[in-house]
């Protein structure tokens, strides 16, 4: 792009300019792989400003619009890129420290980033703004309600449910709505955040299965950016969690995965679900798509031929 000539931008953080730019990913986006790549804010501010100036003056109106954009999130959340600077140092911690139990480690990374920012924990990208993270979280439910995943009669699973966000947002279109998490504090936090709403259950579990539910018990089951700390955990994890997922699953249920890895290649995830997918009884319906504006999540649809896996 022209406008990262012009300006004196590190190579480390140019591709992620350039996306942001093109339009490819959103600003929310952005300034978090940004924040990731500078750790300070004050270092951020001092390589995205000048570029910013730039496109104001010379962007045609799309660049404009989008700088406009980054502007406001710049100008909404002036504490927030400190505190969100603290939770990534918290997680780049916690990746140097890879001894134990890669479970037992993130529900204690997990509970650590829920003290200090609900909203953050269960997405960076929201910089703990609650207004943004409901943007999110409509853009998820939007897609939930087009694949008729919801209904009165409908009885659901969240794998890593996190706060409950989803939990609060569709009790009233579900007959019932239950979550697990391997955070104590996540779950503490949802059941405050949800205590008005009965048919809302939640449950502190392993990560390792779902022996906490019988078997053909829900309708759908949906896992949003909770498979990666899975797929760090190990292929048998992930294996074990997809056999699971079958069995507590009726017949023709929906599962619906949101990320399956943080290893940055989207093809080498599609081959990976699409053997799980023929190993547990599935078939793809949507395979990697990524159909939202603000988050870059990839989402599959898989719908489960029958009720018994081999």
Not at 213 to 230: I, K, Q
């Given at each position: 792009m022209a406008q990262l000539d012009s300006v004196m931008v590190p190579r480390v953080a140019r591709q992620t300019l350039s996306d942001w730019i093109a339009g490819k990913i959103s600003a929310p986006i952005a300034l978090l792989a940004l924040l990731n790549i500078f750790r300070q804010p004050e270092a951020l501010r001092a390589a995205l400003e000048p570029l910013l100036a730039q496109i104001r003056t010379v962007g045609d109106p799309h660049q404009r619009d989008r700088t406009a954009e980054m502007n406001r999130l710049l100008q909404r959340l002036p504490s927030a890129l400190t505190n969100i600077s603290e939770l990534l140092e918290i997680e780049r911690n916690h990746q140097r420290s890879g001894s134990g139990d890669p479970i037992a480690r993130c529900a204690a990374l997990f509970d650590q980033l829920v003290k200090k920012s609900e909203e953050a924990s269960v997405a960076l990208y929201s910089f703990g703004d609650a207004a943004l993270l409901q943007s999110v979280t409509n853009e998820v439910l939007a897609l939930l309600a087009n694949w008729n995943f919801l209904g009165p009669d409908h009885v659901l699973l969240q794998i890593g449910c996190g706060i409950g966000r989803f939990e609060a947002a569709l009790a009233g279109s579900v007959k019932m709505a239950y979550g697990i998490d391997i955070s104590t504090q996540m779950i503490a936090a949802a059941r405050r955040r949800c205590a008005a709403q009965p048919n809302v259950r939640f449950a502190v579990c392993t990560g390792h299965d779902?022996?906490?539910?019988?078997?053909?018990?829900?309708?759908?089951?949906?896992?949003?950016?909770?498979?990666?700390?899975?797929?760090?955990?190990?292929?048998?994890?992930?294996?074990?969690?997809f056999q699971e997922i079958a069995r507590v699953l009726r017949a023709h249920g929906d599962f619906l995965l949101m990320n399956f890895s943080y290893r940055g290649s989207l093809q080498a995830d599609r081959l990976e679900i699409e053997t799980l997918a023929q190993q547990y009884g599935f078939e793809i319906l949507a395979n990697g798509i990524q159909p939202f504006e603000i988050w870059d999540g990839a989402v599959w649809r898989l719908r489960l031929r029958s009720s018994t896996v081999g």
């Open positions: 779902l022996s906490l539910f019988e078997s053909e018990m829900f309708d759908g089951v949906y896992a949003v950016d909770t498979f990666p700390y899975l797929s760090a955990a190990g292929s048998e994890v992930v294996a074990k969690n």
